[in-house]
């Protein structure tokens, strides 16, 4: 049995160390190496793209990253906990309520970015109704800074925090909150003392799956941000491509992705493995 399980995944095991351990060790090669007179690499072998990630510059733009991820989680799971609860105890219309939540991945997320551009620009949908309402007499800068990148991000990633969300509160007993009415607890109380302790597993695995590609998100802030807000992703797309600078840009890939699995891994260690 134990020779049988094992020729049936020797595909997937072939298909995982092909299109995962293969790029991975390449962009590692590319790592070490020196970049190219006109691009690419080259000769020699080099520690020095690792030194370089050590500037105060890159250092700066990191700390940024994970201010802008760390407000995008905290946003979404602010919006999402009362979605998902809702959901949750909205009895049959579970299914449709949870297709509206997946619909927005129905569309393309470059198309939903550019929607938020017309949205938030000076002539866009936003200042052309508050102008008209006599609330504002000029437009208001709404797009291409920070506060335009966390919008657009909260937007992208709101489903990820959702779902995991109301799979917790899914299974929350009823129970508990008719007893704890019955003792006499207020609502807030019982969200603090029941709810939130009962569902903190699906609120840590909401934070995962929102934060880690919040941190490496790139398309985001280069459309809405305008280049003036640089995130860790936007500088390892300018490595490879205006920059050229291959060598440089693969450093800096794995230690984005070094940091992120010293995320997990802490994460993961503290609950036990069971987090997810």
């Not at 905290?74 to 998902?84: I, N, Y």
């Not at 939130?196 to 985001?220: D, E, K, M, N, Q």
Request: charged letters at 10%; a positive charge.
């Amino acid at each position: 049995m134990n020779r049988l399980r094992a020729l049936f995944l020797l595909p997937a095991w072939a298909f995982t160390l092909l299109l995962f351990l293969g790029p991975l060790l390449i962009i590692v090669a590319y790592s070490l190496r020196t970049k190219g007179v006109y691009g690419g690499v080259g000769p020699p072998w080099t520690l020095e793209n690792y030194v370089r990630l050590f500037d105060p510059l890159y250092g700066v733009i990191l700390l940024r990253s994970f201010l802008m991820a760390a407000v995008s989680t905290l946003g979404c799971l602010a919006l999402a906990f009362p979605l998902a609860y809702y959901i949750a105890r909205s009895g049959r219309r579970k299914t449709l309520l949870l297709n509206l939540v997946m619909l927005p991945f129905w569309t393309s997320f470059l198309v939903r970015t550019y929607a938020w551009m017309f949205l938030l620009r000076d002539t866009g949908l936003i200042n052309s109704a508050l102008l008209a309402a006599g609330l504002i007499t000029e437009p208001l800068p709404l797009l291409y800074n920070d506060g335009a990148v966390i919008v657009g991000l909260i937007y992208g990633y709101l489903p990820f925090a959702v779902l995991p969300l109301y799979s917790n509160l899914e299974r929350l007993d009823k129970s508990l909150l008719e007893a704890a009415a019955d003792l006499g607890a207020r609502p807030w109380q019982t969200l603090l003392h029941i709810v939130l302790p009962l569902t903190a597993p699906g609120l840590r695995a909401a934070s995962v799956l929102v934060f880690i590609p919040c941190l490496g998100a790139y398309l985001t802030p280069d459309l809405l941000g305008g280049g003036k807000s640089m995130m860790i992703g936007n500088l390892v797309q300018n490595q490879f491509t205006s920059a050229r600078d291959w060598p440089f840009g693969s450093a800096l890939s794995l230690a984005l992705m070094a940091i992120v699995m010293l995320l997990l891994w802490t994460l993961l260690r503290r609950d036990g493995g069971e987090m997810l």
